[in-house]
């Protein structure tokens, strides 16, 4: 059965360094990848999104990877700083053309002062 | 910016009674979704919807209906609320000019007494 895990509950980092979740997938051929933030009590907000033929996306300090063969999506943030404390979900959507989203668990990531 | 409402941010309904949860969109979107997020099991798509009066059910469709009558109007109805519905409710829309990220609203944290 299709299965999403992102590497660990719970991440925490020292601020300034930088910060690396996972999203590993299982019987998946997803034509694309996103990443979302998601406050407590808040609803996810998108991140990034990352095509099947694409390696690598940056955004400011933000940056993903997507290796199909591994089927794996990195997260990075540099320079972590406090305000990055939130838990981040990864997302795959579940076929070419399809708008259909499968969430992982997601990470909670903890940046300390 | 996309803006996406939920009628209630807290509702609290007993055992059997119907609950209507409402979500509107202001962006034209065609798609629209329904999830539920409970900790522990993330994200998971109740039921989805690609145009007017058009539906399709996502992994967990049992004991919930919806109804999309407006472009901008999506409704979740539990037909007959259990304390297993007990749960925060998100709802997304997505399909701004072809783009596949999710606008999530606030979330409604319902209990079922």
């Known amino acids: 059965s299709q299965k999403i895990e992102q590497n660990s509950e719970a991440l925490n980092i020292q601020e300034g360094k930088t910060a690396t979740l996972t999203c590993n997938y299982t019987n998946y051929s997803p034509a694309y990848l996103q990443w979302y933030r998601q406050d407590p009590g808040r609803g996810p907000v998108f991140l990034l999104l990352i095509r099947e033929n694409e390696k690598e996306k940056r955004k400011e300090r933000l940056k993903v990877t997507f290796d199909t063969t591994l089927k794996q999506s990195l997260f990075h943030i540099t320079a972590s700083q406090p305000a990055d404390s939130a838990t981040y979900l990864c997302a795959l959507g579940r076929g070419a053309g399809s708008y259909q989203l499968t969430f992982g668990k997601g990470t909670k990531l903890s940046v300390i002062p | 910016d996309v803006k996406v409402t939920q009628s209630s941010r807290y509702l609290v309904k007993r055992t059997g009674e119907k609950v209507f949860l409402e979500c509107v969109q202001d962006m034209d979107h065609e798609n629209m979704f329904w999830y539920r997020q409970d900790p522990g099991l993330g994200l998971r798509l109740i039921y989805f919807?690609?145009?007017?009066?058009?539906?399709e059910k996502g992994d967990i469709p049992e004991g919930y209906s919806v109804s999309r009558e407006k472009k901008e109007r999506f409704s979740l109805i539990l037909e007959s609320a259990s304390t297993n519905q007990t749960s925060m409710y998100l709802c997304a829309s997505s399909g701004e000019q072809g783009r596949y990220e999710q606008y999530f609203g606030p979330g409604t944290r319902l209990t079922v007494t």
């Open positions: 919807s690609y145009d007017v009066k058009m539906k």
